[in-house]
Nanobody, 114 residues
């Protein structure tokens, strides 16, 4: 069984930055893809960024150039550096461990407001 714990959310002013972390623990025997999703009130959950085991990264067009996803395979941790935050980035952010695990974190709230 795999367990994901996210941290780093909070309240930030427009233009500010936050760094989210997601640590995976449990029976992980490979380097699966890891990703960040978000869900704003009244909206569907959407993919924000993903990083494959090869290191290849993909981003939603709305965050490209502002967000950076990275991973530490030794620590089984994925990060999301979020810069130039906008009010429309406000959402609950979830990390996901892909491949055979398909595990989700509990979510962390990010609020961008003045």
């Amino acid at each position: 069984q795999v367990h994901l714990v996210e941290s780093g959310g909070g309240l930030v002013q427009p233009g500010g930055s936050l760094r989210l972390s997601c640590a995976a623990s449990g029976s992980i025997f490979s380097i699966p893809p890891m990703s960040w999703y978000r869900q704003a009130p009244g909206k569907e959950r959407e993919l924000v960024a993903s990083v494959a085991s090869s290191g290849t990264r993909n981003y939603a067009s709305s965050v490209k150039g502002r967000f950076t996803i990275s991973r530490d395979n030794v620590k089984n941790t994925v990060y999301l550096q979020m810069n130039s935050l906008k009010p429309e980035d406000t959402a609950v952010y979830y990390c996901r461990l892909g491949g055979p695990y398909n595990a989700w974190g509990q979510g962390t709230q990010v609020t961008v407001s003045s």
